[in-house]
């Protein structure tokens, strides 16, 4: 696996795929800059080595060249961040980019107009992959959130650089923590998947019931469960023609020797309301009327045995409707004992959209090992899945 440690970026141009993709607000100013953050680290490592660097990314979903799309509003904080004075060329290939690329010095930074201005980027366009190459000196990929995907900037360009290609500091670490959850992991090993749907996670789950101890499930799944198993669930959501499947999945279990834990009680609500009435009932003796909308205390207590003792922790959507105050105690008190358990020498590693929110808003980020930056790549890697844009720099 090739990293920015094999190579000498000393007038060198690195071309690196970073994810600028940002949120901005209705006067473009940029609200959470955490991405451009993270790929600090690796365009400060190849400038101080006497290189400069050519970014690109992709912002949005345009059709075409649309102006509220444009990287150029993200242009000032980014030379903010990076603190240097960041170069732009309006378009990605072309004329401008060439020469704005060609002129770059030793410790310039220059950054490129979104990548899916042009269509052939989501195509994977080969020729356009091969423009971009003709840019850079070294292709470095630090952007997890887009390595499942095969489009040109984030795969197809790979090839235009035989063994000057590399992984960034950022998707190093991605590689590495997840390896640390699904390879080398000190057992126990607990994975936390909490989310609403059973079949949005149905092959994250079958992979890793070979790599884990302990499963905890919880949010909206457990009720297909428990309506699997003969319980009353009320309202609560459920996944009627997956019963079946949850069953497979509890036998499965059984015959790998993975424990399963799901909640014994819930907090149930006469309302998907934040104001609804609530009360605590057992999970599989849900009134009618009534839907589990956050785990139980005893469920709780279970799971923090379980989080406790863990060496490994993977942890992958809430245990309930953390968006609503009132149903927020289940996913908060998981993430407290995950910090717990990480204080006392667990690694712990918190990935796919929803968790990470979570994590965000409960002020828990710097308490666990690592938040994960890929959302979907997370979840591809988590069903055993090889990446594109991870095969193509290990080719
Ligand atoms: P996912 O995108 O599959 O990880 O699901 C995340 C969503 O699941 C969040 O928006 C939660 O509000 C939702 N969720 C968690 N628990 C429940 C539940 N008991 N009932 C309905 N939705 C839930």
């Not at 201005?117 to 356009?128: L, Q, R, V």
């Not at 457990?222 to 509890?250: H, M, N, P, R, W």
């Not at 790998?256 to 605590?280: C, E, L, R, S, Y």
Request: aromatic residues 6%; hydrophobic residues 45%.
């Amino acid at each position: 696996m090739k990293t920015l440690k094999d190579f000498d970026f000393k007038d060198k141009k690195a071309i690196i795929r970073v994810d600028f993709n940002v949120p901005l607000d209705e006067n473009f100013n940029v609200t959470d800059a955490t991405r451009i953050e993270a790929a600090k680290p690796t365009i400060d490592a190849i400038l101080a080595q006497g290189g400069s660097v050519i970014l690109m990314s992709h912002l949005g979903r345009p059709k075409g060249v649309e102006d509220k799309y444009s990287l150029k509003h993200i242009l000032e904080k980014t030379s903010e961040i990076l603190n240097v004075p960041v170069k732009f060329a309006s378009n990605c290939v072309g004329q401008e980019a060439t020469s704005a690329a060609t002129s770059l010095k030793a410790g310039e930074v220059l950054l490129l107009e979104n990548l899916r201005f042009h269509k052939e980027e989501e195509e994977g366009d080969i020729a356009f992959a091969k423009e971009l190459a003709s840019l850079g000196d070294i292709y470095v990929n630090d952007a997890f959130g887009t390595a499942h995907r095969a489009h040109a900037s984030t795969t197809i360009i790979a090839q235009f650089f035989q063994d000057k290609k590399c992984f960034g500091l950022l998707l190093t670490k991605e590689i590495e923590s997840l390896n640390k959850v699904l390879k080398n992991s000190k057992k126990p090993v607990t994975a936390v998947l909490g989310g609403s749907k059973v079949s949005s996670k149905i092959t994250v789950i079958e992979n890793i019931l070979d790599k884990v101890d302990h499963m905890i499930i919880g949010g909206g799944m457990t009720f297909t469960f428990v309506k699997a198993l003969g319980g009353k669930i009320g309202d609560s959501i459920c996944e009627d023609d997956k019963q079946e499947l949850a069953l497979e999945i509890l036998k499965l279990a059984k015959e790998k020797g993975v424990q399963i834990h799901i909640p014994v009680d819930v907090v149930a609500a006469n309302a998907f309301a934040n104001d609804a009435k609530t009360q605590i009932v057992d999970v599989d003796k849900i009134p009618d009327g009534w839907q589990g909308l956050d785990a139980g205390p005893k469920s709780l207590e279970n799971f923090k045995k379980v989080i406790m003792e863990s060496k490994t922790i993977l942890w992958n959507g809430p245990l309930g409707v953390f968006e609503m105050p009132n149903f927020a105690n289940g996913t908060v008190e998981l993430g407290n004992f995950i910090a717990d358990a990480t204080a006392h020498g667990a690694f712990s590693l918190v990935g796919g959209g929803d968790s990470v929110a979570a994590v965000k808003q409960f002020g828990l980020e710097d308490k666990v090992s690592y938040v994960s930056t890929g959302g979907g790549a997370m979840l591809e890697m988590l069903e055993g899945k090889v990446l594109p844009g991870i095969a193509a720099i290990l080719d």
